[in-house]
Protein backbone atom coordinates (compact mmCIF):
# COMPACT_ATOMS: atom_id res chain seq x y z
CA UNK A 1 0.00 0.00 0.00
CA UNK A 2 1.39 3.42 -0.83
CA UNK A 3 0.01 5.85 2.05
CA UNK A 4 0.63 9.82 1.17
CA UNK A 5 -0.46 12.80 3.37
CA UNK A 6 1.16 16.47 4.30
CA UNK A 7 2.63 14.90 7.54
CA UNK A 8 3.88 11.64 8.88
CA UNK A 9 4.13 11.04 12.61
CA UNK A 10 6.69 8.30 13.60
CA UNK A 11 6.08 7.38 17.29
CA UNK A 12 2.55 6.97 19.46
CA UNK A 13 4.03 8.18 22.85
CA UNK A 14 1.66 11.44 24.03
CA UNK A 15 3.70 13.97 22.17
CA UNK A 16 4.03 12.19 19.03
CA UNK A 17 -0.64 11.69 19.27
CA UNK A 18 -0.50 15.26 20.53
CA UNK A 19 1.21 16.11 16.72
CA UNK A 20 -0.80 13.78 14.85
CA UNK A 21 -3.65 14.86 16.50
CA UNK A 22 -2.82 19.44 15.96
CA UNK A 23 -1.87 19.04 12.76
CA UNK A 24 -5.46 16.45 11.62
CA UNK A 25 -6.98 19.59 13.55
CA UNK A 26 -5.49 22.45 11.35
CA UNK A 27 -6.23 20.71 8.85
CA UNK A 28 -3.34 18.78 7.28
CA UNK A 29 -3.56 14.98 6.08
CA UNK A 30 -1.32 13.06 8.86
CA UNK A 31 -0.22 9.30 9.08
CA UNK A 32 0.60 8.24 12.41
CA UNK A 33 2.89 5.30 12.17
CA UNK A 34 2.54 3.18 15.64
CA UNK A 35 4.85 0.35 16.74
CA UNK A 36 3.53 -3.19 16.35
CA UNK A 37 3.97 -4.05 19.74
CA UNK A 38 3.21 -0.66 21.55
CA UNK A 39 4.33 -0.41 25.04
CA UNK A 40 1.29 -0.93 27.68
CA UNK A 41 0.51 1.48 30.39
CA UNK A 42 1.22 1.14 34.14
CA UNK A 43 -2.03 1.36 35.55
CA UNK A 44 -3.15 -2.26 36.09
CA UNK A 45 -7.22 -2.03 36.20
CA UNK A 46 -9.21 1.00 35.71
CA UNK A 47 -8.99 1.76 39.73
CA UNK A 48 -5.71 1.45 40.27
CA UNK A 49 -3.46 4.37 40.38
CA UNK A 50 -0.92 4.57 37.49
CA UNK A 51 2.55 4.87 38.88
CA UNK A 52 3.32 6.71 35.55
CA UNK A 53 2.46 10.21 36.39
CA UNK A 54 3.44 13.42 35.00
CA UNK A 55 3.54 17.01 36.59
CA UNK A 56 2.19 19.37 33.86
CA UNK A 57 3.18 23.02 33.08
CA UNK A 58 0.78 25.79 31.69
CA UNK A 59 2.07 24.92 27.90
CA UNK A 60 1.08 21.50 28.29
CA UNK A 61 -2.44 22.61 29.59
CA UNK A 62 -3.13 25.21 26.87
CA UNK A 63 -2.04 22.94 23.80
CA UNK A 64 -3.82 20.09 25.39
CA UNK A 65 -7.08 22.69 25.89
CA UNK A 66 -6.38 23.64 22.18
CA UNK A 67 -6.83 20.17 21.18
CA UNK A 68 -9.96 19.43 23.53
CA UNK A 69 -7.76 16.98 24.84
CA UNK A 70 -7.45 18.28 28.13
CA UNK A 71 -11.62 18.76 28.74
CA UNK A 72 -11.49 14.81 27.91
CA UNK A 73 -9.30 14.13 30.96
CA UNK A 74 -10.91 12.58 34.11
CA UNK A 75 -11.05 15.33 35.97
CA UNK A 76 -11.39 13.70 39.34
CA UNK A 77 -8.20 12.22 38.57
CA UNK A 78 -6.13 14.82 38.26
CA UNK A 79 -4.44 17.19 41.35
CA UNK A 80 -3.40 20.85 40.60
CA UNK A 81 -0.34 21.56 42.38
CA UNK A 82 -0.89 24.65 44.80
CA UNK A 83 2.75 24.78 46.24
CA UNK A 84 6.21 23.47 45.82
CA UNK A 85 8.55 22.69 48.48
CA UNK A 86 11.75 22.30 47.93
CA UNK A 87 14.83 21.41 50.75
CA UNK A 88 18.63 20.51 51.01
CA UNK A 89 20.06 18.19 52.65
CA UNK A 90 22.19 18.02 55.99
CA UNK A 91 21.77 19.80 59.31
CA UNK A 92 21.77 23.13 57.73
CA UNK A 93 19.03 22.18 55.04
CA UNK A 94 18.14 24.55 52.82
CA UNK A 95 14.56 25.64 51.20
CA UNK A 96 13.24 27.02 48.73
CA UNK A 97 8.94 27.31 48.85
CA UNK A 98 6.61 28.75 45.87
CA UNK A 99 3.30 28.70 46.11
CA UNK A 100 0.48 29.49 43.07
CA UNK A 101 -1.23 32.75 44.74
CA UNK A 102 2.64 33.93 45.08
CA UNK A 103 3.32 33.38 41.28
CA UNK A 104 -0.01 35.14 40.55
CA UNK A 105 -1.78 31.70 38.89
CA UNK A 106 -4.73 29.40 39.93
CA UNK A 107 -2.26 26.21 40.17
CA UNK A 108 1.51 25.89 39.12
CA UNK A 109 0.79 22.35 37.62
CA UNK A 110 -1.34 19.54 37.09
CA UNK A 111 -0.04 15.93 38.22
CA UNK A 112 -1.75 13.71 35.37
CA UNK A 113 -1.79 9.93 34.97
CA UNK A 114 0.07 8.73 31.49
CA UNK A 115 -3.39 6.55 31.16
CA UNK A 116 -5.37 9.59 31.91
CA UNK A 117 -3.44 11.50 29.24
CA UNK A 118 -3.56 8.71 26.89
CA UNK A 119 -6.58 7.82 27.24
CA UNK A 120 -7.89 11.14 26.48
CA UNK A 121 -5.21 11.37 23.68
CA UNK A 122 -6.52 8.07 22.13
CA UNK A 123 -10.73 9.33 22.21
CA UNK A 124 -9.90 12.71 20.53
CA UNK A 125 -7.67 10.53 17.99
CA UNK A 126 -10.36 8.47 17.20
CA UNK A 127 -12.62 11.64 16.12
CA UNK A 128 -9.69 13.80 14.10
CA UNK A 129 -10.24 14.47 10.38
CA UNK A 130 -7.76 13.48 8.14
CA UNK A 131 -5.78 11.20 10.35
CA UNK A 132 -5.01 7.53 9.14
CA UNK A 133 -3.47 5.04 11.67
CA UNK A 134 -0.63 2.67 10.25
CA UNK A 135 0.77 0.13 11.99
CA UNK A 136 4.14 -1.44 11.46
CA UNK A 137 7.83 -1.13 11.49
CA UNK A 138 9.71 1.62 9.42
CA UNK A 139 12.70 0.17 7.92
CA UNK A 140 13.97 3.55 5.63
CA UNK A 141 13.81 6.67 5.48
CA UNK A 142 14.77 8.52 2.21
CA UNK A 143 13.98 12.34 1.62
CA UNK A 144 14.82 14.40 -1.41
CA UNK A 145 13.59 17.63 -2.80
CA UNK A 146 9.80 16.63 -3.47
CA UNK A 147 8.65 14.11 0.01
CA UNK A 148 10.07 12.39 2.67
CA UNK A 149 9.60 8.39 2.16
CA UNK A 150 9.16 5.93 5.02
CA UNK A 151 9.70 2.36 3.55
CA UNK A 152 7.62 -0.32 6.33
CA UNK A 153 9.03 -3.90 6.69
CA UNK A 154 5.59 -5.31 5.16
CA UNK A 155 6.62 -3.26 1.77
CA UNK A 156 4.02 -0.55 2.55
CA UNK A 157 5.19 3.00 1.69
CA UNK A 158 4.69 6.36 3.94
CA UNK A 159 4.72 9.53 1.83
CA UNK A 160 5.02 12.80 3.20
CA UNK A 161 6.16 16.71 3.02
CA UNK A 162 7.36 15.99 6.66
CA UNK A 163 8.47 13.31 9.25
CA UNK A 164 8.09 14.11 12.54
CA UNK A 165 10.16 11.99 14.83
CA UNK A 166 8.48 11.41 17.91
CA UNK A 167 9.57 7.74 18.87
CA UNK A 168 11.63 8.54 22.08
CA UNK A 169 15.01 8.50 23.35
CA UNK A 170 16.12 5.70 21.10
CA UNK A 171 14.41 7.46 18.24
CA UNK A 172 14.47 5.15 15.18
CA UNK A 173 14.29 8.85 13.29
CA UNK A 174 17.47 10.28 14.53
CA UNK A 175 19.28 7.48 13.49
CA UNK A 176 18.05 7.80 10.21
CA UNK A 177 19.30 11.37 9.83
CA UNK A 178 22.77 10.91 11.08
CA UNK A 179 22.15 13.27 13.99
CA UNK A 180 24.80 12.78 16.26
CA UNK A 181 24.54 12.89 20.04
CA UNK A 182 25.77 14.11 23.29
CA UNK A 183 25.03 11.10 25.99
CA UNK A 184 25.64 10.81 29.99
CA UNK A 185 23.83 8.43 31.98
CA UNK A 186 23.25 9.68 35.39
CA UNK A 187 24.18 6.57 37.37
CA UNK A 188 20.69 6.52 38.95
CA UNK A 189 17.37 5.17 38.38
CA UNK A 190 14.21 6.92 39.23
CA UNK A 191 11.88 4.54 41.28
CA UNK A 192 7.61 5.48 41.22
CA UNK A 193 5.30 4.05 43.10
CA UNK A 194 2.21 5.68 44.82
CA UNK A 195 1.60 5.91 48.79
CA UNK A 196 -1.57 6.62 50.96
CA UNK A 197 -0.50 8.93 53.21
CA UNK A 198 -1.59 9.53 56.78
CA UNK A 199 -2.06 14.09 56.72
CA UNK A 200 -3.39 15.90 53.70
CA UNK A 201 -1.22 17.26 51.34
CA UNK A 202 -2.88 20.09 50.83
CA UNK A 203 -1.85 20.46 46.96
CA UNK A 204 2.02 21.03 48.09
CA UNK A 205 4.86 18.65 45.81
CA UNK A 206 7.71 18.22 47.63
CA UNK A 207 11.36 17.12 46.72
CA UNK A 208 14.10 16.52 49.09
CA UNK A 209 17.81 16.90 47.67
CA UNK A 210 19.19 13.69 49.98
CA UNK A 211 22.93 14.25 48.28
CA UNK A 212 24.22 10.34 48.21
CA UNK A 213 20.49 9.02 48.71
CA UNK A 214 19.63 10.83 45.14
CA UNK A 215 16.41 13.10 44.85
CA UNK A 216 13.22 12.18 46.59
CA UNK A 217 9.83 13.57 45.45
CA UNK A 218 6.64 13.18 46.41
CA UNK A 219 3.68 14.95 44.11
CA UNK A 220 0.17 15.19 45.07
CA UNK A 221 -2.76 13.01 43.92
CA UNK A 222 -6.60 13.64 44.43
CA UNK A 223 -7.28 12.56 48.28
CA UNK A 224 -4.84 11.61 50.93
CA UNK A 225 -2.20 10.06 47.65
CA UNK A 226 0.96 10.81 46.55
CA UNK A 227 3.17 9.56 43.75
CA UNK A 228 6.87 8.81 44.26
CA UNK A 229 9.87 10.12 42.01
CA UNK A 230 12.77 8.92 43.83
CA UNK A 231 16.33 9.35 41.62
CA UNK A 232 18.52 7.08 43.04
CA UNK A 233 21.95 5.96 42.93
CA UNK A 234 22.34 2.73 40.81
CA UNK A 235 23.23 0.54 43.78
CA UNK A 236 20.51 1.92 46.22
CA UNK A 237 17.62 1.96 43.60
CA UNK A 238 17.94 -1.83 43.02
CA UNK A 239 17.94 -2.61 46.34
CA UNK A 240 14.89 -0.28 46.57
CA UNK A 241 13.06 -2.02 44.40
CA UNK A 242 14.51 -5.15 45.91
CA UNK A 243 12.82 -4.65 48.78
CA UNK A 244 9.62 -3.88 47.46
CA UNK A 245 6.47 -1.42 48.18
CA UNK A 246 6.28 -1.73 52.35
CA UNK A 247 10.00 -1.02 52.70
CA UNK A 248 10.37 1.93 50.34
CA UNK A 249 7.12 3.32 51.79
CA UNK A 250 9.22 3.26 55.08
CA UNK A 251 12.71 5.01 53.77
CA UNK A 252 10.67 7.82 52.24
CA UNK A 253 8.41 8.09 55.09
CA UNK A 254 11.77 8.73 57.02
CA UNK A 255 13.82 10.40 54.31
CA UNK A 256 10.45 13.14 54.12
CA UNK A 257 10.66 13.42 57.97
CA UNK A 258 7.40 12.30 57.97
CA UNK A 259 6.32 15.40 56.61
CA UNK A 260 3.21 13.74 55.18
CA UNK A 261 2.55 10.90 58.31
CA UNK A 262 3.60 7.56 57.82
CA UNK A 263 3.87 6.77 54.05
CA UNK A 264 2.13 3.30 52.90
CA UNK A 265 2.00 1.66 49.76
CA UNK A 266 -1.34 1.80 47.57
CA UNK A 267 -0.89 -0.55 45.39
CA UNK A 268 2.01 -3.07 46.19
CA UNK A 269 2.95 -4.85 43.49
CA UNK A 270 3.76 -1.34 41.36
CA UNK A 271 7.18 -0.47 41.57
CA UNK A 272 9.03 0.57 38.55
CA UNK A 273 11.69 2.01 37.89
CA UNK A 274 13.73 3.92 34.95
CA UNK A 275 17.58 4.51 34.17
CA UNK A 276 18.05 8.23 34.25
CA UNK A 277 20.36 9.60 31.19
CA UNK A 278 20.99 13.21 29.86
CA UNK A 279 20.99 12.92 25.91
CA UNK A 280 21.61 15.85 23.64
CA UNK A 281 21.13 15.59 20.32
CA UNK A 282 23.33 18.07 17.88
CA UNK A 283 19.75 18.95 15.98
CA UNK A 284 16.69 18.67 15.95
CA UNK A 285 15.77 18.82 12.31
CA UNK A 286 17.19 17.22 9.47
CA UNK A 287 15.68 17.41 5.43
CA UNK A 288 12.19 16.83 5.83
CA UNK A 289 12.83 15.51 9.39
CA UNK A 290 11.47 17.18 12.38
CA UNK A 291 12.14 15.97 15.84
CA UNK A 292 10.02 16.32 19.36
CA UNK A 293 9.90 14.74 22.51
CA UNK A 294 12.15 12.50 23.66
CA UNK A 295 13.42 12.17 20.52
CA UNK A 296 14.85 15.24 20.65
CA UNK A 297 16.22 15.90 24.19
CA UNK A 298 16.15 13.61 27.23
CA UNK A 299 16.48 15.44 30.32
CA UNK A 300 16.78 14.15 34.31
CA UNK A 301 13.25 14.36 35.81
CA UNK A 302 13.89 16.16 38.71
CA UNK A 303 12.16 19.20 37.31
CA UNK A 304 9.19 17.54 35.93
CA UNK A 305 10.28 18.67 32.51
CA UNK A 306 10.54 16.22 29.65
CA UNK A 307 7.13 15.77 28.54
CA UNK A 308 6.40 19.62 29.35
CA UNK A 309 9.14 19.94 26.82
CA UNK A 310 7.92 17.69 24.38
CA UNK A 311 4.57 19.43 24.43
CA UNK A 312 6.63 23.02 23.53
CA UNK A 313 8.08 21.54 20.73
CA UNK A 314 4.38 20.37 19.02
CA UNK A 315 3.30 23.68 19.93
CA UNK A 316 5.92 25.31 18.42
CA UNK A 317 6.31 22.73 15.17
CA UNK A 318 2.56 23.21 14.63
CA UNK A 319 2.96 27.26 14.85
CA UNK A 320 5.72 27.49 13.11
CA UNK A 321 4.07 24.85 9.97
CA UNK A 322 1.07 27.34 10.44
CA UNK A 323 2.72 30.45 9.60
CA UNK A 324 4.71 29.16 6.80
CA UNK A 325 4.51 30.89 3.26
CA UNK A 326 2.10 29.58 1.02
CA UNK A 327 4.61 28.75 -1.66
CA UNK A 328 6.48 26.58 1.10
CA UNK A 329 5.36 23.01 2.03
CA UNK A 330 5.53 21.89 5.63
CA UNK A 331 8.97 20.68 5.24
CA UNK A 332 10.71 23.23 3.84
CA UNK A 333 14.19 23.42 4.99
CA UNK A 334 13.05 27.02 5.98
CA UNK A 335 10.34 26.13 7.67
CA UNK A 336 11.91 23.75 10.42
CA UNK A 337 15.24 26.03 10.26
CA UNK A 338 12.59 28.40 12.07
CA UNK A 339 11.16 25.54 14.27
CA UNK A 340 14.50 24.72 15.48
CA UNK A 341 15.25 28.18 16.39
CA UNK A 342 12.52 28.78 18.33
CA UNK A 343 12.66 25.77 20.48
CA UNK A 344 16.98 26.69 20.48
CA UNK A 345 16.86 28.36 24.01
CA UNK A 346 13.91 26.59 26.07
CA UNK A 347 15.66 23.42 25.73
CA UNK A 348 19.04 24.69 26.29
CA UNK A 349 18.22 26.05 29.27
CA UNK A 350 15.95 23.43 30.88
CA UNK A 351 19.00 21.41 29.82
CA UNK A 352 21.26 23.27 31.48
CA UNK A 353 19.31 23.38 34.74
CA UNK A 354 18.79 19.85 35.12
CA UNK A 355 21.94 18.31 34.37
CA UNK A 356 23.34 21.20 36.43
CA UNK A 357 20.89 20.92 39.85
CA UNK A 358 21.34 16.89 39.44
CA UNK A 359 25.21 17.18 39.73
CA UNK A 360 25.38 20.22 42.67
CA UNK A 361 23.06 18.35 44.94
CA UNK A 362 24.45 14.80 43.77
CA UNK A 363 28.46 15.56 45.49
CA UNK A 364 29.34 14.81 48.92
CA UNK A 365 31.93 17.89 49.38
CA UNK A 366 31.12 19.90 52.35
CA UNK A 367 31.95 23.30 50.90
CA UNK A 368 29.42 22.77 47.99
CA UNK A 369 26.89 21.07 50.19
CA UNK A 370 27.18 24.57 52.51
CA UNK A 371 27.06 26.41 49.80
CA UNK A 372 24.02 24.96 47.80
CA UNK A 373 22.06 25.37 51.04
CA UNK A 374 22.71 29.18 51.45
CA UNK A 375 21.87 29.21 47.48
CA UNK A 376 18.44 27.76 48.05
CA UNK A 377 18.06 29.73 51.01
CA UNK A 378 19.16 33.13 48.81
CA UNK A 379 17.03 32.50 46.29
CA UNK A 380 14.15 31.78 48.81
CA UNK A 381 14.74 35.20 49.63
CA UNK A 382 14.77 37.12 46.67
CA UNK A 383 11.09 36.94 44.94
CA UNK A 384 12.64 38.60 41.82
CA UNK A 385 14.56 35.60 41.31
CA UNK A 386 12.01 33.38 42.71
CA UNK A 387 9.04 34.76 40.63
CA UNK A 388 11.14 34.32 37.15
CA UNK A 389 12.65 30.72 38.10
CA UNK A 390 8.25 29.57 38.76
CA UNK A 391 7.56 31.19 35.09
CA UNK A 392 10.48 29.29 33.68
CA UNK A 393 8.81 26.30 35.08
CA UNK A 394 5.48 26.77 34.42
CA UNK A 395 6.34 27.38 30.95
CA UNK A 396 5.21 31.40 30.93
CA UNK A 397 7.89 33.71 29.69
C1 LIG B 1 10.50 8.85 36.39
C2 LIG B 1 10.16 9.90 35.40
C3 LIG B 1 9.30 10.92 35.77
C4 LIG B 1 8.97 11.91 34.85
N1 LIG B 1 8.14 12.91 35.24
C5 LIG B 1 7.84 13.91 34.38
C6 LIG B 1 6.98 15.00 34.77
O1 LIG B 1 6.53 15.08 35.92
N2 LIG B 1 6.69 15.95 33.86
C7 LIG B 1 7.20 15.91 32.60
O2 LIG B 1 6.93 16.82 31.82
N3 LIG B 1 7.99 14.89 32.19
C8 LIG B 1 8.32 13.90 33.03
N4 LIG B 1 9.13 12.86 32.63
C9 LIG B 1 9.61 12.82 31.25
C10 LIG B 1 8.57 12.16 30.34
O3 LIG B 1 8.23 10.89 30.83
C11 LIG B 1 9.11 12.02 28.91
O4 LIG B 1 9.75 13.21 28.54
C12 LIG B 1 7.95 11.74 27.95
O5 LIG B 1 7.31 10.55 28.31
C13 LIG B 1 8.46 11.64 26.50
O6 LIG B 1 7.37 11.38 25.66
P1 LIG B 1 7.60 10.98 24.13
O7 LIG B 1 6.23 10.79 23.57
O8 LIG B 1 8.51 11.95 23.50
O9 LIG B 1 8.40 9.63 24.20
P2 LIG B 1 7.90 8.18 24.64
O10 LIG B 1 6.91 8.30 25.75
O11 LIG B 1 9.12 7.37 24.88
O12 LIG B 1 7.11 7.65 23.38
C14 LIG B 1 7.76 7.22 22.21
C15 LIG B 1 6.80 6.33 21.44
O13 LIG B 1 7.37 6.00 20.21
C16 LIG B 1 7.14 4.63 19.95
N5 LIG B 1 8.21 4.16 19.08
C17 LIG B 1 9.49 3.88 19.41
N6 LIG B 1 10.18 3.49 18.33
C18 LIG B 1 9.33 3.53 17.28
C19 LIG B 1 9.44 3.25 15.90
N7 LIG B 1 10.60 2.83 15.37
N8 LIG B 1 8.34 3.40 15.11
C20 LIG B 1 7.18 3.82 15.64
N9 LIG B 1 7.01 4.12 16.95
C21 LIG B 1 8.07 3.97 17.75
C22 LIG B 1 7.12 3.95 21.31
O14 LIG B 1 6.35 2.79 21.29
C23 LIG B 1 6.47 5.05 22.18
O15 LIG B 1 5.08 4.89 22.22
C24 LIG B 1 9.49 11.87 33.53
C25 LIG B 1 10.34 10.83 33.16
C26 LIG B 1 10.69 9.84 34.08
C27 LIG B 1 11.63 8.74 33.67
Not at 4 to 27: E, M, W, Y
Not at 71 to 90: F, H, I, S, T, Y
Not at 93 to 104: C, E, P, S, V
Not at 225 to 232: E, F, G, I, N, P
Request: aromatic fraction near 6%; glycine fraction near 8%; hydrophobic fraction near 45%.
Amino acid sequence: MHFQSNICVIGNGAVGKAAALGFAQAGLSVTLLCPPHPIVGSAGNADDWDVRVYALNHVAHQLLSSLKVWQALDGARVAPVDAMMVKGDGEQAGKLAFDAYGARTGALAWIVEDSNLNRALDAALRFAPNLRTVTGRATRLHTDQQAATVQLENDDVIEASLVVGADGAQSWVRGQCDIGLDYRSYGQRAIVTNFECDKPHQGVAYQWFAATDGIVALLPLPGQRVSLVWSAPEALAHSLVDGGAAHLAERASVLSEYRLGRLRPLQPAMVKDFPLTLLRPHAIVAPRVALVGDAAHVVHPLAGQGMNLGFADVAALMQTVAGRESYRDCGDERVLGRYARARKEDIFLMQLATDGLERLFSTDFEPLRVARNIGLNLVDKLPVIKRALISHAMGKR
